[in-house]
């Protein structure tokens, strides 16, 4: 594999990606030689983490077959994580498999965990990334004994928040401690959804504490308070890997490749990139795994384009307001949309019924492959 060479090199099988794949494995790859670089074999779809630990469907429910997608395709899969790039020379350097070469690259490979950065070490934490990782770290963790502090008062806290206290296998609700941070619960959501949320927390028992958590000498505070806990889960967004700002491409103040409407990196218009590791400079787009998806047609349409010598013309523009869904654990989920709310089964029938559908949509193309 040392020194392989691709016209394009897709860096990361994350949810843009997987857009680029089906349009190539529906309309032919514009390109003669074409990689996929990523460490696993699946994308483990975060939007259904919640109903995996909740029990509500099994563990490979959520997830796309990259193997399968990029077979149908024709794009070698190199299962391997990139650790650094260089624009000049056109280069990915893999952790195990030397380097690929290329003409055009895409970058989608999410943020990476800051829980310890931001909260110190412990042994008990567990960062919600990598994905992979919190899955299988939550697999072996002691179910029965725990007692959880979630840290991180936006949707992914709070859902995971729920989806513990409802753990499949749990004879008993484990004593669980919601951490928001000083910024509240839901920064960014209306009135009427926290306080839908407060209210379930409450009648779930989930304890919530809207101060700053962070861990000093193997003591978990909240504030003034001290916390006990077997089990710490960090849901404190992400932030950017290191290597494309080391590796010379234009970048925020947070690291995140910085792109033009059109996906391109602003410094480097032959690499484009896409999701949580990429950063809009022409209007704001949150890092979200919802953005993330709704890229992925218009980056897969900039790099046909491209690949083909023509001029990227497509750009994503987010609808002024997002529809959100959170799920409660019990069967009910929280609509959320600009100032309106919503709770119920059907919610929650509504959210599974859209995420079964982006699945199957990726299973579809991937049959026979
Ligand atoms: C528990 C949880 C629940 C969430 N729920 C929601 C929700 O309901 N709605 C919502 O909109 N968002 C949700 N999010 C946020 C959402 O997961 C992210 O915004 C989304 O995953 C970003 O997609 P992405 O394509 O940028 O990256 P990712 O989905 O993280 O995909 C990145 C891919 O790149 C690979 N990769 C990583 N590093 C490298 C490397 N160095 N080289 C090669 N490949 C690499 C990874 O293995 C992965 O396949 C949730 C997040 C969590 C953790």
Same mark, same amino acid.
Request: with cysteine; proline share 5%; aromatic share 6%.
């Given at each position: 594999?040392?020194?392989s060479?691709?016209?394009i090199?897709?860096v990361g099988?994350?949810?843009?990606?997987v857009?680029?794949?089906?349009?190539? @494995?529906?309309?032919?790859?514009?390109?003669?030689?074409?990689?996929l670089?990523? #460490?696993h #074999?699946v994308l &483990?779809?975060?939007?259904?983490?919640?109903?995996?630990?909740?029990?509500?469907h099994s563990?490979?429910?959520? +997830?796309?077959?990259?193997?399968?997608?990029?077979?149908?395709?024709g794009?070698?899969?190199v299962?391997?994580?990139?650790? =650094?790039?260089?624009?000049q020379? &056109?280069?990915v350097l +893999?952790?195990e498999?030397g380097?690929? &070469?290329?003409?055009? $690259?895409? %970058?989608d490979?999410?943020?990476v965990?800051?829980? =310890?950065?931001?909260?110190g070490?412990?042994s008990? *934490?567990?960062? %919600?990334?990598? %994905?992979h &990782?919190f899955?299988?770290?939550?697999?072996?963790?002691?179910r029965?004994?725990?007692r959880?502090?979630?840290?991180?008062?936006?949707a992914g806290?709070?859902?995971?928040?729920f @989806?513990?206290r409802?753990?499949?296998?749990?004879?008993s609700p484990?004593p669980?401690?919601?951490?928001a941070g000083?910024?509240? *619960?839901?920064?960014?959501?209306s009135?009427a959804?926290r306080?839908?949320?407060?209210?379930?927390?409450g009648?779930?028992g989930?304890r919530?504490?809207?101060?700053?958590?962070? *861990?000093?000498r !193997?003591?978990l505070?909240?504030g003034?308070e001290?916390?006990?806990?077997?089990q710490?889960?960090?849901?404190l967004?992400?932030?950017?890997?290191?290597w494309?700002?080391?590796g010379?491409?234009a970048?925020?103040?947070?690291?995140?490749i910085?792109?033009d409407?059109?996906?391109?990196? +602003?410094?480097? #218009?032959?690499i484009?990139?896409?999701?949580?590791?990429?950063?809009?400079?022409?209007?704001?787009?949150?890092h979200?795994?919802l953005h993330?998806?709704? +890229?992925?047609?218009v980056l897969?349409?900039?790099?046909?384009a491209?690949?083909?010598? !023509?001029? #990227?013309?497509?750009?994503?523009?987010?609808r002024?307001? /997002?529809?959100?869904?959170?799920?409660?654990?019990?069967?009910?989920?929280?609509?959320s949309?600009?100032?309106l709310? =919503?709770? !119920?089964?059907?919610?929650?029938?509504?959210?599974a019924?859209?995420?079964k559908?982006?699945?199957a /949509?990726?299973?579809?193309? /991937?049959?026979g $492959?």
């Amino acid at each position: 594999m040392s020194g392989s060479r691709a016209d394009i090199v897709l860096v990361g099988g994350g949810h843009a990606h997987v857009a680029v794949l089906a349009d190539w @494995a529906q309309l032919g790859v514009p390109a003669r030689r074409a990689t996929l670089l990523t #460490p696993h #074999p699946v994308l &483990r779809y975060s939007g259904m983490l919640p109903g995996w630990i909740a029990g509500e469907h099994s563990r490979d429910a959520g +997830t796309v077959d990259l193997r399968a997608l990029a077979r149908a395709a024709g794009v070698e899969l190199v299962l391997d994580r990139c650790v =650094a790039i260089d624009p000049q020379t &056109r280069s990915v350097l +893999t952790l195990e498999n030397g380097v690929v &070469r290329f003409e055009h $690259a895409s %970058i989608d490979v999410g943020g990476v965990g800051r829980s =310890a950065k931001a909260l110190g070490d412990d042994s008990r *934490l567990i960062d %919600i990334r990598p %994905i992979h &990782r919190f899955v299988a770290e939550l697999e072996q963790g002691d179910r029965a004994s725990s007692r959880i502090a979630v840290i991180g008062g936006g949707a992914g806290g709070v859902e995971l928040a729920f @989806a513990l206290r409802n753990r499949e296998g749990h004879r008993s609700p484990p004593p669980l401690v919601l951490i928001a941070g000083e910024q509240g *619960l839901l920064p960014g959501f209306s009135s009427a959804v926290r306080r839908k949320v407060r209210v379930e927390l409450g009648r779930q028992g989930i304890r919530l504490l809207e101060v700053d958590g962070w *861990l000093e000498r !193997g003591v978990l505070m909240a504030g003034e308070e001290e916390i006990a806990a077997d089990q710490i889960v960090a849901a404190l967004g992400s932030m950017a890997p290191d290597w494309p700002r080391a590796g010379g491409l234009a970048v925020d103040e947070g690291g995140f490749i910085t792109v033009d409407p059109f996906q391109r990196s +602003t410094s480097h #218009p032959h690499i484009f990139a896409a999701g949580d590791c990429a950063r809009r400079v022409d209007r704001k787009v949150p890092h979200s795994g919802l953005h993330a998806v709704h +890229t992925g047609p218009v980056l897969a349409a900039n790099l046909r384009a491209a690949l083909l010598g !023509g001029i #990227p013309r497509r750009s994503y523009w987010p609808r002024p307001v /997002s529809l959100y869904l959170l799920s409660t654990g019990q069967g009910e989920a929280i609509a959320s949309y600009g100032s309106l709310a =919503a709770q !119920g089964r059907w919610v929650s029938r509504l959210k599974a019924w859209i995420d079964k559908r982006w699945i199957a /949509s990726y299973a579809k193309l /991937s049959e026979g $492959a």
